[in-house]
């Protein structure tokens, strides 16, 4: 909760901005950036209750798949709180002339797409491991 204090001062700042475009514009950008927050903050948690399933060798479990799904969600969420950077981003790009700064936020917005679809293949193969482990323990 503390890396969130800042950020008040950050929105307020953004939207009186006279570079920051329209209010709309800075609007989204500061909720996409609470929204990316908050999903972070419960991705966390939600990965330490996987870390601490995995700790106490529970790691095939139904339990572990349903975390993993919440992760990738969480991640999903985080995903679309970026890209509610975008308007602002290209308002500042059209002003200031620098296609690199769109570059880079579509870099940066690629980064929770990329993870959501590696979370997404983890979690097929943890379940198909999961179902092979239940088989296994049929016939033993």
């Given at each position: 909760?503390?890396?969130?204090?800042?950020?008040?001062?950050?929105?307020?700042?953004?939207?009186?901005s006279p570079v920051?475009?329209?209010?709309?514009?800075?609007?989204?950008?500061?909720?996409?950036?609470?929204?990316?927050?908050?999903?972070?903050?419960?991705?966390?948690?939600?990965?330490?209750?996987?870390?601490?399933?995995?700790?106490?060798?529970?790691?095939?479990?139904?339990?572990?798949?349903?975390?993993?799904?919440?992760?990738?969600?969480?991640?999903?969420?985080?995903?679309?709180?970026?890209?509610?950077?975008?308007?602002?981003?290209?308002?500042?790009?059209?002003?200031?002339?620098?296609?690199?700064?769109?570059?880079?936020?579509?870099?940066?917005?690629a980064i929770p797409?990329?993870?959501?679809?590696?979370?997404?293949?983890?979690?097929?193969?943890?379940?198909?491991?999961?179902?092979?482990?239940?088989?296994?323990?049929?016939?033993?």
């Amino acid at each position: 909760m503390m890396a969130a204090m800042p950020f008040p001062q950050l929105s307020f700042a953004i939207l009186v901005s006279p570079v920051a475009g329209t209010f709309f514009q800075a609007l989204t950008f500061v909720a996409g950036l609470y929204l990316l927050i908050v999903a972070f903050l419960v991705a966390a948690f939600f990965a330490e209750r996987l870390l601490l399933v995995i700790d106490r060798q529970q790691a095939f479990s139904d339990q572990a798949v349903h975390l993993l799904a919440t992760i990738k969600w969480c991640v999903c969420v985080m995903a679309v709180g970026a890209l509610m950077w975008l308007p602002l981003i290209y308002s500042v790009t059209q002003q200031e002339d620098a296609p690199g700064i769109m570059v880079i936020a579509l870099g940066i917005i690629a980064i929770p797409v990329i993870i959501a679809v590696f979370l997404a293949v983890l979690q097929r193969l943890w379940a198909s491991a999961l179902d092979y482990k239940r088989e296994n323990d049929l016939t033993i």
